[in-house]
């Protein structure tokens, strides 16, 4: 086997576990039962427990930007309606965090109040969500499409909130899986919920 498809099958092994079991609960004996790897093959590729928690996290936080990033490319962002853009950037979100579940949970349950560079990943993510709803809310305000008198910073933070606790409530309590045209459901309902703050 290759040392990246070994790598990311101790990594697919522990996602499970840690969404399963949580952080704490998991030890490196359990991941290396559930990977059928000798003890010395997961140093091979990882220092510790924390060292795979955290590349399980730097992975989804670095594949979500990719995918916004990607998704950018398939709209022209010169004529899209604010509302459009909007519904499509909650959107793009939503299916993100849906097609995974076991990280669903780590990142939206597992991670939260975890100490140290744990912490300070599962932090990076969520604040990465806000600063981007923050310069589009910016950037609507400047192209005259959002109206200028709101607080951008608390309607940032509701927005973010509530693309995490839906895909939370969805994705990892009630253990849906969700087919694009509920998702597109649930991105409209999000719409609906601020569509007082555009023109």
Same mark, same amino acid.
């Given at each position: 086997?290759? *040392?990246?498809?070994?790598?990311?099958?101790? @990594?697919?092994? %522990?996602?499970?576990?840690? %969404?399963?079991?949580?952080?704490?609960?998991?030890?490196?004996?359990?991941?290396?039962?559930?990977? !059928?790897? *000798? !003890?010395?093959?997961?140093?091979?590729?990882?220092?510790?427990?924390?060292?795979?928690?955290?590349?399980? @996290?730097?992975?989804?936080?670095?594949?979500?930007?990719?995918?916004?990033?990607?998704?950018?490319?398939?709209?022209?962002?010169?004529?899209?309606?604010?509302?459009?853009? $909007?519904r499509h950037r909650v959107?793009?979100?939503?299916?993100?965090? *849906?097609?995974?579940?076991? @990280?669903?949970?780590?990142?939206? !349950?597992?991670?939260?109040?975890?100490?140290?560079?744990?912490?300070?990943?599962?932090? !990076?993510?969520?604040?990465?969500?806000?600063?981007?709803?923050?310069?589009?809310?910016?950037?609507?305000?400047?192209?005259?499409?959002?109206?200028?008198?709101?607080?951008?910073?608390?309607? *940032?933070?509701?927005?973010?909130?509530?693309?995490?606790?839906?895909?939370?409530?969805? $994705?990892? $309590?009630?253990?849906?899986?969700?087919?694009?045209?509920?998702i597109i459901s649930l %991105?409209?309902?999000? @719409? %609906?919920?601020?569509?007082?703050? $555009?023109?």
């Amino acid at each position: 086997m290759e *040392a990246s498809q070994r790598k990311q099958d101790i @990594l697919n092994y %522990s996602k499970e576990l840690f %969404s399963q079991k949580g952080y704490y609960n998991t030890q490196i004996s359990d991941i290396i039962k559930n990977a !059928r790897i *000798a !003890r010395g093959t997961i140093y091979q590729y990882f220092k510790n427990k924390d060292d795979i928690f955290i590349t399980l @996290l730097k992975n989804f936080y670095e594949d979500w930007l990719k995918q916004l990033t990607l998704d950018n490319k398939s709209i022209d962002l010169k004529t899209i309606d604010p509302k459009d853009y $909007f519904r499509h950037r909650v959107k793009t979100t939503l299916t993100f965090l *849906a097609n995974d579940q076991h @990280l669903c949970n780590i990142v939206l !349950r597992i991670g939260i109040g975890l100490q140290g560079d744990l912490g300070v990943v599962i932090n !990076r993510f969520e604040e990465k969500i806000n600063n981007i709803v923050v310069n589009d809310l910016l950037l609507g305000i400047k192209a005259g499409n959002v109206k200028k008198d709101i607080d951008v910073e608390l309607v *940032a933070s509701l927005i973010s909130g509530s693309l995490l606790y839906t895909s939370y409530h969805y $994705f990892v $309590f009630k253990n849906e899986n969700k087919k694009e045209n509920e998702i597109i459901s649930l %991105s409209e309902k999000i @719409l %609906s919920t601020y569509e007082n703050i $555009f023109y």
